[in-house]
């Protein structure tokens, strides 16, 4: 017969009631985080599955994030155009008036009046910003991207966000798209009025002006000379002079220019709607993707109540009857174990 020696059974009692305690102290933990992971040892494939699903989530703020940004920027770029396509219609709406014969030069002279502030109003679109910094500048942005004689100082290029994983979206046209034809513009100071030497706001001579009457339309060849003055502030500008000088021949020249120049200004609002129409969508999707993530994310990390505190309930009656056990195992005297 083998008799267990009395350090061996305590040594055993005291690891079953250690054990129990181990147990009860993780429950209690749970209990109190409401969490089925508080450390990575207690689930580790779980843990890393809600690190990918934390580190997804907060990808997600920060798309969205760029997403608004890109929203306002693009908002803020649509009601320009909108404005400016509302300028361009009423100056062609006074060229076709002032295109007829029946005015003459004083009522055109009025007229120039109006047209003078439609430029200045599309120089205050051409210069609008949001914050510190200008829509239609390209990269260019933190200085005003046009100056008052129609100089473009800004660049051609794009600025992107992106506001979905690998998804870049533009959130600003270069001002030269807008305001000035898609040929390429080289560098430098621009005369809006140096291709029209004619309609210079000046006052000529006697001479000048019976030389002006007789040969200002064997000069004026507008096919080939308006490609050079598509920019609109230009072409706003020299309707202003050719209003003031009088000049029918010119206005009704401009017309098929600024119905090319409302064209491309209906182009432009027409790609920034579609472009706010995506982010919308990338938005929609990021919002769907982040309550699927965060319900899959509580079902790995959160603890189910009623099942833990049942659990708890187990093991303090677990523990209760190892105290008990060992109680009347230790109470043992050396007669007891004689007998």
């Known amino acids: 017969m083998t008799r267990v020696s009395d350090k061996s059974g305590v040594d055993a009692l005291n690891f079953a009631l250690n054990k129990v305690k181990s147990k009860i102290q993780n429950l209690q933990l749970k209990g109190a985080s409401l969490k089925n992971i508080n450390k990575p040892s207690d689930d580790p494939l779980g843990s890393i599955k809600v690190l990918k699903i934390t580190s997804r989530l907060a990808d997600n703020n920060q798309y969205l994030k760029n997403a608004d940004k890109a929203i306002s920027r693009l908002y803020a770029t649509e009601d320009a155009l909108t404005q400016l396509s509302e300028i361009l219609l009423k100056a062609k709406e006074l060229a076709i008036g002032q295109s007829s014969d029946l005015y003459d030069a004083r009522t055109r002279k009025n007229i120039a009046e109006e047209v003078r502030e439609l430029k200045n109003n599309a120089l205050s679109v051409a210069n609008r910003r949001i914050g510190v910094r200008y829509i239609f500048g390209g990269f260019s942005s933190l200085k005003p991207p046009f100056t008052k004689d129609g100089e473009y100082l800004g660049d051609g290029n794009y600025i992107t966000l992106e506001v979905a994983k690998d998804y870049f979206v533009p959130i600003n046209l270069p001002g030269s798209e807008v305001f000035i034809t898609s040929e390429p513009i080289s560098p430098g100071s621009r005369d809006p009025l140096k291709y029209f030497p004619e309609l210079k706001n000046k006052e000529p001579t006697k001479e000048e002006n019976e ?93 189910d109540v009623a099942e833990l505190f049942s659990d708890i309930s187990r093991q303090n009656n677990v523990m209760k009857t190892a105290y008990h056990s060992s109680k009347i195992a230790l109470n043992q005297s050396l007669f007891d174990w004689l007998r």
């Open 211 to 303: 030389a002006l009457k007789r040969d200002i339309a064997s000069k004026y060849e507008a096919p080939k000379e308006f490609h050079k003055g598509s920019n609109i502030l230009a072409q706003l500008d020299i309707l202003t002079n050719a209003l003031e000088n009088n000049n029918a021949e010119t206005v009704r020249g401009l017309l098929e220019k600024l119905d090319d120049s409302l064209s491309r200004i209906i182009s432009m609002r027409t790609k920034v709607g579609s472009v706010a129409r995506n982010i919308q969508h990338a938005v929609d999707t990021i919002n769907i993707d982040k309550i699927n993530d965060i319900d899959y994310r509580s079902k790995i990390l959160d603890a």
